[in-house]
């Protein structure tokens, strides 16, 4: 059972560098269309309008591809001011804890992020801009992204021996 485990840590891990590799891309991207843009608006007066859209879908989507590895390498958001006064096993206790609490949150998120998805797709609703971007695949990657964290929450939880910064 143990080495199952390992295995789906692993994976889990692997998917999650993968995710935030495509979030790399995507800011490559981003930053290659949006010099182009400014030197098309300012040399030949012809600004790219799609860029602005674009941009703004980008920065979603590396925020939802970026965070599962957060959750897998221990390096979201937390308060040390607690934790930093406990022992050892207060430690522990306020880490187990907290990664029930986000992989809970994370769920939730994916949960009304799928209601809202599929409810997109079904009245086929599209983003008001001139892409008319159909709102589902951008309400995905929140799915996609919330899922990734919560299961890397969950597995912070289980395998406490993860959750040390001295590994960082």
Known sequence: ??????????????????????????IMAL???ITISALSRHFLDRPMAWVTDTSTYALLFVTFLGAPLLAVENRHINVEM??????????AVVQFVTNLVSFAMSLIIAWFALKTTLQAY???????NILATPMYLLFGIIVVGALFMAFS????ALQPSRNSKDKQ
């Open 1 to 26: 059972m143990k080495v199952v485990f390992e295995k789906v840590v692993m994976l889990n891990e692997r998917i999650a560098k993968y995710l935030t590799l495509i979030a790399g891309i995507i």
């Open 122 to 128: 079904t009245e086929h609703e599209v983003d008001t």
């Open 31 to 33: 930053m290659f269309t």
């Open 153 to 156: 929450f969950l597995i912070n």
């Open 82 to 91: 607690l934790p930093a006064s406990l022992g050892r096993r207060g430690k």
